[in-house]
């Protein structure tokens, strides 16, 4: 009866924590029956073999024996150059039904032939491939894959973003709850309730609003879940067929469960507070906040604070790639965030003290906000979420993606680059032209990884060093030819000299010497072997280097007849710069939008509640010669000092990742810098400021009529 009565009285408090668990549970939903769709997506139907009951394919993957435990395994990775199927099979293939083709391509073919019979025909030469397998052969098939894998990144991504700032808003507005509410809790145990009855209380509470909240929160992400498939179809992520149904029921199921345990999670602190709460709290009338930092809080905040920075300083002194990928900087940050929040009032004062501020409501605002340190804590503690997420991933983003193109445009010392499929090799007077393919090299690690290395085939390595400019920390490009092989640091051997075993693209194994090798950089220095090791590959790339004293529009005119684009080289870098693609780029949109309605949400209803409940002390401060308007400037001041404590905390964690990004590039020796995000940031303060500064004014408007 008691938690129904509080629930009753104090619904306007506790809205906050709905909206906060009931969104996130809705976000979970949604996300998860998404998951649900891209990994059980419909068989689709064959296209190109639509009509034959029989594929043929060539042999398209590379299968390796590595050790796995006490035994061994079989891992297969796909072959850059897949297998034809040989005119000899075709011909006795022709024997059995008959036979179609797809233009000039003989990396399958359909067969009008019972499979029994085709089997027995082929062998082990090809595959034979049919019912719903005959897709495989569908170019379609591939790319679906790789975008249905970066839907379960994307979705998985919000989803786990979306619990831990759910976690986070969800706790700090039931600890604010308690703080607002020690009075209450003090008569509570003036009149003879236990610190076990309190922490009751307050988890039944929680309890409830939590059960409510995922109901709502699981009705609202069913719906949701078709237009957010539709989004991602529309965002170029997910491929056109893909659709999203309200269906099946577990997505609901973890996500209603997992609503209600994050409510009670977030209580669990404030009422373990709320149950220490002495008697003596219903008489105490200072507005100074004392006992801010329990022994607890700061055991807390400093083992996430040394867990935070001590792994960033591990990943940077083992592994400093890592801390370039998208799921480590996505998910690192968060670590710091907790930090710095559980610690966060500590840090408001020496904050706020710096701040200097005219006239007398200037020292008005600053010394409230000193004052009343957890409210100003609670107003940054997701304003910091939000700049800080915002800082990190997206920073991160743009300065590994703008190393990369600096890599790019540092490799080539060319004036002209021409790119097209299958191109011929013009001889072009005054010009020098390097000619290079796509292929790939395997190589298997340890023993126990078969590792995929994108290399680029060389025809002329003369001519090819003369138009790049390779990051060479070894040995020498020019030593390069068909029985060896330029490697990176990446490569688990790679001392010049030394020879590896390899498969080449087309899956022939080959022993090379190491010729050279290159810095590892951001990753995009792959391997280089002669043309003579990339069987089945064909030129795609021309760089051209134009002697002084050349007509550079003959040599583009010249250049035309290799049948493909030509472009300068400014314009061909601008054209193939790596950026971030488009499935990275909404998935980070994607998280900064919840982090920022969950700021919203969570700003508004902490300033809702502070002020309504500082009725006597703006009553007090107008009975002090304050005009109307004054006051309201000191609620709305003091709300927007909260934001940019905020925004300074948030704007450190993302300057410590940020560092550390530019620190793991250094050691990589790829090009070092920091790109910041400085508009994005700035909107989500400015969005900040103002859900604060309106939410601060209407609490007082409501406060004062009520």
Request: proline letters at 5%.
């Amino acid at each position: 009866m008691l938690i129904l009565s509080s629930l009753r009285t104090r619904w306007a408090s506790l809205l906050g924590a709905f909206v906060a668990v009931g969104l996130g549970v809705a976000v979970m939903t949604a996300m998860g029956l998404g998951l649900a769709a891209a990994l059980d997506p419909p068989v689709r139907e064959p296209q190109r073999f639509a009509s034959s009951p029989v594929v043929v394919a060539g042999r398209d993957t590379l299968t390796v024996e590595v050790r796995r435990g006490p035994g061994t395994a079989h891992v297969s990775k796909k072959l850059a150059h897949p297998h034809p199927v040989d005119n000899q099979l075709v011909r006795e293939l022709r024997q059995l039904g008959a036979l179609r083709l797809d233009g000039a391509r003989r990396d399958a073919v359909g067969v009008d032939a019972p499979a029994g019979a085709v089997r027995e025909v082929v062998g082990d030469r090809a595959r034979v491939l049919t019912g719903d397998d005959r897709r495989l052969v569908d170019p379609a098939t591939e790319r679906d894959a790789e975008a249905l894998t970066g839907v379960d990144a994307l979705l998985g991504t919000a989803a786990g973003v979306s619990a831990f700032v759910s976690v986070f808003v969800t706790a700090s507005t039931f600890a604010f709850v308690v703080a607002l509410r020690r009075r209450e809790f003090g008569l509570l145990r003036m009149a003879g309730a236990t610190p076990g009855q309190l922490r009751r209380l307050l988890l039944g509470e929680a309890l409830a609003v939590g059960v409510a909240a995922s109901a709502a929160g699981c009705a609202a992400g069913v719906w949701g879940a078709p237009r957010l498939g539709r989004l991602l179809v529309d965002g170029g992520v997910a491929p056109p067929w893909f659709v999203v149904h309200g269906s099946p029921h577990w997505p609901c199921q973890v996500a209603f469960w997992t609503g209600v345990s994050v409510a009670l999670t977030g209580a669990w602190a404030a009422s373990r507070r709320a149950g220490r709460i002495g008697p003596v709290e219903a008489l105490r009338e200072a507005s100074v906040d004392t006992d801010v930092m329990p022994r607890y809080r700061w055991a807390i905040g400093g083992a996430l604070l040394a867990g935070g920075l001590g792994l960033l300083a591990w990943k940077l002194g083992t592994v400093p790639a890592d801390l370039l990928k998208r799921k480590t900087y996505t998910t690192q940050p968060m670590l710091l965030v907790t930090a710095v929040a559980a610690l966060a009032p500590v840090l408001v004062r020496p904050v706020v003290r710096l701040v200097r501020l005219p006239g007398a409501t200037g020292l008005l605002i600053r010394a409230n906000a000193a004052a009343s340190v957890r409210r100003t804590a609670a107003v940054a503690a997701p304003v910091l979420v939000t700049v800080a997420l915002a800082g990190s991933l997206l920073g991160t983003a743009a300065t590994v993606a703008a190393a990369k193109g600096t890599e790019a445009r540092e490799r080539t010392h060319s004036q002209f680059v021409v790119s097209g499929d299958d191109l011929s090799v013009p001889l072009v007077p005054g010009a020098t032209v390097s000619a290079t393919a796509s292929t790939a090299v395997f190589v298997r690690e340890d023993g126990t990884a078969l590792i995929r290395s994108d290399a680029r085939a060389v025809t002329d390595v003369a001519a090819f060093d003369s138009v790049s400019r390779l990051p060479v920390v070894a040995g020498d490009v020019r030593d390069l030819d068909d029985h060896s092989i330029v490697v990176n640091e990446e490569w688990e051997r790679h001392e010049v000299g030394s020879r590896i075993a390899v498969w080449l693209g087309d899956g022939r194994p080959a022993r090379l010497r190491i010729a050279a090798v290159l810095a590892r950089g951001t990753g995009d220095n792959g391997a280089y072997v002669t043309a003579a090791n990339a069987p089945g590959a064909r030129v795609d790339r021309l760089e051209v280097r134009v002697a002084g004293g050349t007509d550079r529009a003959a040599v583009a005119a010249a250049l035309r007849s290799a049948g493909g684009t030509v472009r300068t080289t400014p314009a061909w870098l601008a054209a193939t710069r790596p950026g971030t693609g488009p499935g990275t780029r909404l998935g980070l949109f994607v998280v900064l939008g919840i982090a920022l309605v969950y700021t919203g949400i969570s700003l508004a209803g902490t300033l809702l509640m502070a002020t309504t409940d500082r009725g006597s002390e703006l009553r007090s401060l107008r009975l002090a010669g304050a005009t109307r308007g004054q006051v309201l400037r000191v609620v709305a001041g003091e709300a927007v000092l909260g934001v940019g404590v905020g925004t300074a905390l948030g704007g450190l964690i993302a300057g410590v990742n940020l560092a550390g990004v530019a620190a793991a590039l250094g050691r990589l020796s790829a090009p070092v810098g920091v790109d910041v995000p400085w508009q994005v940031v700035g909107g989500c303060v400015g969005a900040c400021v103002v859900i604060a500064a309106g939410a601060g004014v209407l609490g007082t408007v409501v406060g004062r009529s009520r």
